[in-house]
């Protein structure tokens, strides 16, 4: 009864391991460039990049759009549907987690994460 009982509960420790793998899945989303963003469309990714301040936010019914700038200079216009996070127009840099739309083209994202940068400059 005793092993019985081992192997039941290995068994579902392994389906549970298995279920959080595939779940999870879109929480392990590796940074890409805005050119992998653009040729993996569909498919979950971050993208890091700062936000070009010389053109306009533009907010719309329940969200926003802005354009973003990468590492190589490139530019990518970006949505989100939710409010703008608190520091956004402070920030020197974002992490956008979401999709690219090729239909759309631009990226759609589900998640804004903002770094300012003053928060971390010793004093």
């Given at each position: 009864?005793?092993?019985?009982n081992?192997?039941?509960?290995?068994v579902?420790?392994?389906?549970?391991?298995?279920?959080?793998?595939?779940?999870?899945?879109?929480m392990?989303?590796?940074?890409?460039?805005?050119?992998?963003?653009?040729?993996?469309?569909?498919?979950?990714?971050?993208?890091?990049?700062?936000v070009?301040?010389t053109?306009?936010?533009?907010?719309d019914?329940?969200?926003?759009?802005?354009t973003?700038?990468?590492k190589?200079?490139s530019?990518?216009?970006?949505i989100?549907?939710?409010?703008?996070?608190q520091?956004?127009?402070?920030?020197?840099?974002?992490v956008?987690?979401?999709r690219?739309?090729?239909?759309?083209?631009v990226?759609?994202?589900?998640?804004?994460?903002?770094k300012?940068?003053?928060?971390?400059?010793?004093?």
């Open positions: 009864m005793k092993q019985r081992i192997v039941v509960f290995f579902g420790l392994i389906l549970l391991g298995i279920s959080v793998f595939f779940v999870s899945g879109d392990l989303t590796p940074y890409v460039s805005f050119q992998e963003a653009r040729s993996h469309a569909g498919q979950y990714v971050q993208v890091i990049g700062r070009d301040k053109r306009p936010v533009v907010h019914e329940g969200g926003f759009a802005f973003i700038i990468g190589d200079g530019r990518m216009k970006a989100h549907q939710g409010p703008k996070p520091n956004f127009d402070q920030t020197e840099q974002v956008l987690l979401g690219y739309s090729r239909n759309d083209g990226f759609v994202a589900d998640s804004i994460l903002v300012c940068p003053s928060k971390y400059r010793r004093k």
